[in-house]
């Protein structure tokens, strides 16, 4: 029984302790409810990109308008440091006239809020089929559309302030409103590289009725832009921007950047984050594998000065990827296929296509470095090198019984430095100093084959010239071997 008698008692207590709090509250809350407040950095909202650089311009404005809130009586913007000290000048929006003093100091605690993050919204369905000319890269300059207006359109020039005070810690700018149409203001000559809080508060005639801030990464003068995304296939381009289903794709953010600044990029397939990193380390190009359905898949790009920190938006482009069951899914030799022993396309891995599932057959990287992969005008991949080398499993070219055998290498690669492209052992039964190595090299004079046994070298030359051959060469090495003679 004193338990139920408790809950009725305590209820009527709150709710008095509410209503007689309710006065006090008044001179909290706006009376409007919570001020959406932003600005725009020359043309752009923070809501797309948190980069402010030298020179720009920066319009704080009301994204609702306030001009019917009799509590209102300024709009403050100034810049914290990361530990939390006012940097520059703090920007003062006043509606009172000029000479009454402007309050200084906070009274209250402001209501804070986060900024809320953008939403794009969903394509316009349609078919890879029917855009296999068009498809590929989308419109880069096209911002990400949101729920709320950000952006205001001035409907007419902005107004000049009535009269402007400067003093050593603050800017006091009268203006005969505060709604969309604010004064810009720029930011301090000697501020150095580096985040930033930009702090709106929204004054009353004695309190913060509201505060929100933003994060900010400063510029200065250092350059900083995300062009475009390109994407390469792992074999020969047929002129159709149609993807196979399940293949994989080599895709490549191209950023131009101040050596002052170290880009961090953030890869994205719709909301999931796919994958992220430092350019400097590589993270600029990935690997991705397309699904086994038809359909467009877009991926984002969000490229940032440095590694970011609480909600920086950085420089975003996106690519629109046509995957199609009608896209052809050749390779080179494939009408060798059927005779094939070994067949390597280093389609984003380093599995024999014909069994990629037997891990017995993958080549095996000789040292401990990831794989490398580049492109070449519109296709990709494995780098190999003097760092970079691959082991082929063991196995015979002679049948079952025989001491004979033949085969053939089929290579297809462009040469980028001097050293060994290729190399092959063929070990002897009968003495390992009849062991024969074939190398194939880039030398000063050009490429050549070299036979090496006992000992004695016999060097195979060629007249390639890129000028002459291109920059890709598809070789065919045939050859015939027994315990005592070996044929090229």
Same mark, same amino acid.
């Given at each position: 029984? =004193?338990?139920?008698?408790?809950?009725?008692?305590?209820?009527?207590?709150?709710?008095?302790?509410?209503?007689?709090?309710?006065?006090?509250?008044?001179?909290?809350?706006?009376?409007?409810? %919570?001020?959406?407040?932003?600005?725009?950095?020359?043309?752009?909202?923070?809501?797309?990109?948190?980069?402010?650089?030298?020179?720009?311009?920066?319009?704080?404005?009301?994204?609702?308008?306030?001009?019917?809130?009799?509590?209102? +009586?300024?709009?403050?913007?100034?810049?914290?440091?990361?530990?939390?000290?006012?940097?520059?000048?703090?920007?003062?929006?006043?509606?009172?006239?000029?000479?009454?003093?402007?309050?200084?100091?906070?009274?209250?605690?402001?209501?804070?809020?986060?900024?809320?993050?953008?939403?794009? !919204?969903?394509?316009?369905?349609?078919?890879?089929?029917?855009?296999?000319?068009?498809?590929?890269?989308?419109?880069?300059?096209?911002?990400?559309?949101?729920?709320?207006?950000?952006?205001?359109?001035?409907?007419?020039?902005?107004?000049?302030?009535?009269?402007?005070?400067?003093?050593?810690?603050?800017?006091?700018?009268?203006?005969?409103?505060?709604?969309?149409?604010?004064?810009?203001?720029?930011?301090?000559?000697?501020?150095?590289?580096?985040?930033?809080?930009?702090?709106?508060?929204?004054?009353?005639?004695? !309190?913060?009725?509201?505060?929100?801030?933003?994060?900010?990464?400063?510029?200065?003068?250092?350059?900083?832009?995300?062009?475009?995304?390109?994407?390469?296939?792992?074999?020969?381009? +047929?002129?159709?921007?149609?993807?196979?289903?399940?293949?994989?794709?080599?895709?490549?953010?191209?950023?131009?950047?101040?050596?002052?600044?170290?880009?961090?990029?953030?890869?994205?397939?719709?909301?999931?984050?796919?994958?992220?990193?430092?350019?400097?380390?590589?993270?600029?190009?990935?690997?991705?594998?397309?699904?086994?359905? %038809?359909?467009?898949?877009?991926?984002?790009?969000?490229?940032?000065?440095?590694?970011?920190?609480?909600?920086?938006?950085?420089?975003?482009?996106?690519?629109?990827?046509?995957?199609?069951?009608?896209?052809?899914?050749?390779?080179?030799?494939?009408? !060798?296929?059927?005779?094939?022993?070994?067949? =390597?396309?280093?389609?984003?891995?380093?599995?024999?296509?014909?069994?990629?599932?037997?891990?017995?057959?993958?080549?095996?990287?000789?040292?401990?470095?990831?794989?490398?992969?580049?492109?070449?005008?519109?296709?990709?991949?494995?780098?190999?090198?003097?760092?970079?080398? =691959?082991?082929?499993?063991?196995?015979?070219?002679?049948?079952?019984?025989?001491?004979?055998?033949?085969?053939?290498?089929?290579?297809?690669?462009?040469?980028?430095?001097?050293?060994?492209?290729?190399?092959?052992?063929?070990?002897?039964?009968?003495?390992?100093?009849?062991?024969?190595?074939?190398?194939?090299?880039?030398?000063?004079?050009?490429?050549?084959?070299?036979?090496?046994?006992?000992?004695? +070298?016999?060097?195979?030359?060629?007249?390639?010239?890129?000028?002459?051959?291109?920059?890709?060469? +598809?070789?065919?090495?045939?050859?015939?071997?027994?315990?005592?003679?070996?044929?090229?």
């Amino acid at each position: 029984m =004193y338990k139920q008698r408790g809950i009725p008692i305590w209820t009527v207590l709150l709710i008095s302790s509410v209503f007689c709090t309710c006065g006090e509250l008044d001179t909290v809350l706006p009376s409007s409810g %919570t001020y959406k407040v932003n600005a725009l950095v020359n043309e752009t909202s923070l809501n797309d990109s948190s980069l402010i650089s030298k020179n720009d311009r920066i319009y704080p404005f009301f994204a609702s308008s306030v001009t019917d809130d009799p509590d209102i +009586t300024g709009l403050l913007v100034f810049l914290q440091g990361p530990g939390g000290e006012t940097v520059g000048k703090k920007i003062h929006y006043t509606l009172e006239a000029p000479g009454k003093e402007a309050p200084r100091e906070p009274i209250a605690e402001p209501i804070k809020e986060t900024a809320a993050k953008p939403v794009t !919204e969903k394509p316009k369905e349609q078919t890879p089929e029917s855009a296999d000319e068009t498809a590929g890269e989308g419109d880069p300059d096209s911002p990400e559309p949101e729920l709320e207006q950000v952006k205001p359109a001035p409907a007419a020039p902005l107004p000049e302030p009535v009269k402007t005070e400067i003093s050593e810690k603050e800017s006091l700018i009268h203006v005969n409103r505060l709604d969309k149409d604010l004064p810009p203001f720029s930011l301090p000559e000697d501020l150095e590289i580096g985040q930033y809080a930009l702090v709106f508060q929204v004054l009353g005639e004695k !309190e913060i009725l509201y505060q929100m801030e933003k994060n900010v990464y400063y510029l200065k003068d250092a350059a900083f832009s995300l062009k475009d995304i390109q994407s390469y296939l792992p074999d020969v381009s +047929t002129g159709s921007h149609l993807i196979p289903l399940g293949i994989t794709i080599m895709l490549e953010a191209r950023v131009f950047s101040d050596a002052r600044l170290d880009p961090y990029i953030i890869w994205y397939n719709g909301k999931k984050r796919i994958s992220e990193g430092r350019f400097s380390e590589g993270a600029g190009l990935i690997l991705w594998k397309a699904p086994e359905q %038809t359909g467009f898949h877009t991926i984002r790009a969000e490229a940032f000065p440095y590694k970011p920190v609480g909600g920086i938006s950085g420089r975003s482009r996106e690519i629109s990827l046509p995957i199609s069951a009608k896209a052809v899914n050749s390779g080179y030799f494939s009408g !060798e296929a059927g005779n094939i022993t070994y067949w =390597y396309q280093f389609r984003g891995n380093l599995q024999d296509s014909q069994v990629p599932v037997a891990t017995e057959r993958a080549l095996v990287p000789k040292g401990e470095r990831a794989s490398q992969w580049t492109h070449e005008d519109t296709i990709y991949g494995l780098t190999v090198g003097s760092k970079d080398i =691959y082991l082929l499993p063991a196995f015979s070219f002679a049948s079952p019984g025989e001491k004979q055998g033949a085969g053939r290498f089929m290579l297809r690669f462009k040469p980028v430095s001097e050293g060994t492209i290729f190399s092959a052992l063929f070990k002897s039964e009968s003495s390992p100093a009849d062991n024969l190595y074939l190398n194939l090299d880039l030398a000063k004079e050009g490429l050549k084959l070299d036979l090496i046994s006992s000992g004695e +070298t016999l060097v195979i030359p060629s007249d390639y010239t890129p000028e002459r051959y291109g920059n890709f060469i +598809t070789l065919f090495i045939d050859f015939s071997a027994n315990e005592n003679h070996f044929e090229l």
